[in-house]
């Protein structure tokens, strides 16, 4: 891992809150052109945290810029640039040597804390010293609940389910057609134990991580985040989903240019994904056949793409 990054830090602006206040958390934010967003998210942060790493993976925006203007004297802002763009894991495991507190908060540039948030992840962490990990509330800009938030393992037999629509039988037979989006689900009154967060909010104890390790940097982007749920499940640590700690994600930011780039990414995790952790427990037959849905699947995204751009063109000049 090259940590040999240009490093900069800032001196304090002022703000409301108070320090006595603040959650002993780092704060840690890869970045890769998440424009406006990525100010909004770090003033957010800081009204909660003790510290905030950005590690910026060669943005070619203004979203840098920006944030130098608007926190020009903050010291609790950590900003590390690595002069290239090696991948989400990478750019987390950067920043995490860098971090200080004893609990770290992993969050995507275009996720806003919702106030008091991050104390309510923080209490619930704390509750159990078996919790390695919590993930919030992910919920879209127009309140909805978003996917990927609360979720179970993907095994290639669930992920078949999901893809041929069989999880339409869960109310059947729950236990053979179970669909992993638990999102679906009623929102828990409380937190609940889970097998999978989302890798845009995670909040994790730097005891587990010292026990599990740290992210696999074989993934550039996608399925890193499962990969490291599986690990903290095999390591026994708990993982915890918290209802009424919302956080807003406006999902895609960072990756809407250049979508094939970002869907040969996550299909190409995917495959990493199931080999790592499933080959062993499936027949090579039928791991095959899970490496053949997967590009097939990565074609058909290729293809679709520009239709629904078209469509979406077409329905705006009708409009």
Not at 96 to 120: E, H, K, V, W
Request: proline share 6%.
């Amino acid at each position: 891992m090259d940590l040999t990054g240009e490093q900069e830090n800032y001196k304090e602006l002022p703000m409301n809150t108070e320090t006595h206040n603040l959650q002993s958390v780092s704060i840690l934010i890869v970045n890769h052109n998440a424009g406006q967003l990525l100010t909004r998210c770090v003033h957010a942060a800081l009204e909660q945290a003790r510290e905030v790493i950005i590690v910026d993976n060669a943005s070619e925006d203004l979203s840098m810029e920006q944030l130098r203007h608007c926190f020009s004297d903050e010291n609790r802002l950590n900003l590390i640039t690595t002069g290239k763009n090696p991948g989400f894991s990478v750019g987390c495991n950067t920043g995490l040597s860098a971090s200080t507190q004893p609990y770290t908060l992993f969050l995507n540039p275009d996720c806003i804390l919702s106030s008091g948030s991050l104390r309510r992840m923080v209490q619930v962490l704390e509750s159990d010293p078996h919790i390695g990990m919590v993930g919030g509330y992910l919920i879209n800009p127009d309140g909805s609940e978003q996917g990927g938030g609360r979720r179970a393992i993907p095994s290639p037999w669930r992920a078949f389910v999901r893809a041929f629509g069989l999880y339409r039988l869960e109310k059947y037979w729950p236990q053979l057609f179970f669909d992993f989006h638990l999102d679906k689900q009623p929102l828990p009154h409380a937190p609940i134990e889970v097998e999978a967060i989302s890798g845009a909010l995670m909040l994790v104890r730097r005891e587990a991580i010292n026990d599990v390790g740290p992210w696999d940097e074989n993934y550039f982007l996608h399925c890193e985040d499962l990969d490291w749920c599986m690990r903290f499940k095999q390591k026994n640590w708990k993982i915890v989903f918290v209802p009424d700690a919302p956080v807003t994600h406006f999902q895609g930011t960072c990756s809407r240019a250049r979508p094939f780039f970002v869907a040969w990414h996550k299909h190409k995790g995917m495959l990493r994904f199931y080999q790592k952790f499933f080959r062993h427990q499936y027949p090579r037959a039928l791991m095959g056949l899970v490496t053949f849905a997967i590009w097939l699947r990565f074609g058909i995204t290729v293809i679709l793409y520009p239709l629904q751009n078209l469509h979406k063109l077409l329905k705006l000049k009708h409009e």
